[in-house]
C-alpha cells in the first residue's frame, strides 16, 4: 500500500474515532443520569413516604428540586437553570445573538418586566416578597456534585425568582456565551497552529512538495527547488496562519466580546437605576407616613411596615444581584482559564498522538521532517505560536467593561443612613406629640 493510502485511512480512521469519541460524550451524561435515577428509585420513593421527600422540598416546591438534581446529574442544566425555570419567551424576544464564528449578545429595548413607578399594588407585592424572604430559612443544605458558584446562583435565583428572574436569566446566558466564545477561540486557533505543523509535515515527508515545486534546482541557488519551494509554504503557510488568527481575534472575537460586556454593563446600569427609582419612592413614602390628616394609628403603622419592608427589599435585591455579577464574572474567569489551559493541551496531545500515529502506521516520519524543515520555518512557527500565546492571554481583557462604578451600587444606597433618617423622623413625630400634648396639659 503507498503512503498516500496509509494517510488516507489514517485520517479515516481519526475521523471515525473522533466521531465515536463525540456521540459517546454527548450521551454518557444522560444515559448515566436515567441509570442512576432508576436505581435509586425505590430509595426515593420510600423516602418520600416516610416524608423526607417533603422535608427537603419545603419552600422550593418537588418539581423545583428534581428539576435541580437532575440538572446536577445529567450535566445539561446547572442548578441555577433549574431555578430559574423555562418560561423567558419574552426575555428571549427581546435578546439576539448576532456573529458568525464568534457570538455577541444584544438587548434590545422592552426586555425589563420591572414597571417604570411603585404603585401601591406593587408596594404589597414587595413586602410579600419582603416577608417571605427575611422570615424565611436559610438553606443550608446543597448538592455536593455542583460547583460552589452554582449553588449560591441556585439560591439566589430561588430567593428573587418572582422579582428579579429575568435579570439573573440575562447575566447567566451572558456567562455562557463569553465562556462559549472563549472556548471557540481556543479551539480555532489551536486547530490553526496544529494544522501548519502537520500540512507542512505531510506535504514534505510526503514528496508533494518536491514533485509539484515550480522552481528549478538552478534558479534556487545554494539549495535545491524543492528545498526553496518547501521554504516558501512552510514561510507562506505561517503568514497565512497569522493573519487568519489576527482577523478571527479583531474582526469578530475581542469586538464581540467586548460588546456582550458591554451589554451586559449597561442593562445592569438601567435594571438597577429602575430599582433606585422605586427604593427612592419607597424612602419618600416611609418619610411622609405621618404627614397629613391620617390619625388612626393601626393605618400608621401599617403604612410604616410597608415602606419599611420596601426600603429593604429594594436594598437587599440590589445587593443580592450585584453578588450574582460577582459569581458570573468569577465563572467567566476561571472556566475561561480552563478552556485556555486545557484545549491547548489537547490539541497539543492529539497532534503528538496524530504524528505518532503516521509515524508508526504510514512509513513517514514526521518528527525528522520537523527538525528537517529549517531554522526560517522554525522561527516562524514559534512566532506564530507566540501570537498564539499572546491572543489567548489578552481574550478575558472584555470584562473590564463590566464596572461597578457605573451602575447604581448597593453601597450607593446609604441603607444605613436611610434607615436612621426614617426611624429618626418617626422618633422626631413622636417627641413632636408627646411635647405638644405634655404642653397642653
Not at 485511512?9 to 471515525?16: N, S
Not at 522552481?215 to 535545491?224: C, H, L, V
Not at 430599582?275 to 424612602?283: F, G, P
Not at 394609628?297 to 450585584?322: D, G, Y
Request: charged letters at 20%; one cysteine or more.
Amino acid at each position: 500500500m503507498s503512503n498516500l493510502a496509509w494517510l488516507a485511512a489514517g485520517l479515516a480512521a481519526g475521523l471515525i474515532l473522533a466521531l465515536i469519541i463525540y456521540i459517546v460524550r454527548a450521551s454518557a451524561r444522560p444515559l448515566v443520569s436515567g441509570l442512576l435515577r432508576a436505581a435509586t428509585f425505590p430509595y426515593r420513593f420510600v423516602l418520600r413516604l416516610l416524608g423526607s421527600g417533603r422535608r427537603a422540598a419545603a419552600g422550593a416546591g418537588d418539581e423545583a428540586v428534581e428539576a435541580a438534581a437532575a440538572a446536577a446529574v445529567s450535566g445539561r442544566r446547572t442548578l441555577t437553570e433549574a431555578a430559574l425555570g423555562d418560561d423567558f419567551a419574552h426575555e428571549d424576544s427581546f435578546l439576539q445573538r448576532q456573529g458568525v464564528f464568534f457570538k455577541w449578545l444584544s438587548v434590545r429595548v422592552g426586555y425589563m418586566r420591572m414597571p417604570e413607578e411603585l404603585t401601591d399594588a406593587l408596594a404589597k407585592d414587595y413586602a410579600r416578597l419582603a416577608n417571605g424572604f427575611l422570615g424565611g430559612k436559610v438553606p443550608i443544605e446543597s448538592d455536593a456534585r455542583a460547583l460552589f458558584e452554582d449553588v449560591e446562583g441556585a439560591v439566589i435565583a430561588h430567593q428573587f425568582h418572582e422579582s428579579d428572574r429575568g435579570a439573573i436569566y440575562l447575566l447567566n446566558e451572558s456567562r455562557k456565551l463569553m465562556n462559549a466564545n472563549v472556548l471557540k477561540l481556543a479551539s480555532w486557533f489551536s486547530l490553526i497552529l496544529g494544522a501548519v505543523l502537520l500540512i507542512n509535515i505531510v506535504l514534505n515527508d510526503t514528496g508533494m512538495i518536491a514533485a509539484l515545486s515550480p522552481i528549478a534546482d538552478e534558479a534556487a541557488g545554494p539549495i535545491t527547488g524543492a528545498q526553496l519551494s518547501s521554504l516558501i509554504a512552510g514561510a507562506g503557510s505561517c503568514l497565512l496562519a497569522a493573519l487568519v488568527m489576527w482577523a478571527l481575534y479583531y474582526a469578530e472575537y475581542s469586538p464581540y466580546q467586548r460588546n456582550t460586556a458591554r451589554e451586559t454593563a449597561n442593562f445592569l446600569t438601567r435594571y438597577l437605576a429602575r430599582v433606585n427609582d422605586h427604593y427612592r419612592t419607597a424612602i419618600g413614602k416611609a418619610k411622609s407616613v405621618t404627614v397629613g390628616q391620617e390619625r388612626d394609628s393601626k393605618h400608621l403603622a401599617e403604612e410604616a411596615q410597608l415602606w419599611a419592608l420596601n426600603i429593604n427589599w429594594l436594598a437587599l435585591r440590589v445587593f443580592f444581584i450585584e453578588t450574582y455579577v460577582r459569581n458570573i464574572q468569577f465563572q467567566i474567569r476561571r472556566n475561561s482559564i480552563y478552556y485556555l489551559i486545557f484545549v491547548p493541551a489537547a490539541f497539543l496531545g492529539a497532534l503528538i498522538g496524530v504524528l505518532t500515529i503516521l509515524a508508526s502506521f504510514t512509513g513517514l516520519s514526521p518528527f525528522e521532517t520537523i527538525a528537517a524543515l529549517g531554522w526560517v520555518f522554525l522561527i516562524l512557527f514559534v512566532l506564530v505560536a507566540a501570537l498564539y500565546a499572546f491572543f489567548l492571554s489578552s481574550s478575558m481583557k472584555s470584562l473590564d467593561e463590566i464596572d461597578q462604578g457605573e451602575w447604581i451600587s448597593f453601597h450607593t444606597l446609604r441603607l444605613n443612613a436611610v434607615l436612621g433618617e426614617v426611624v429618626g423622623k418617626y422618633a422626631e413625630d413622636v417627641g413632636y406629640w408627646k411635647n405638644r400634648v405634655g404642653g397642653g396639659l
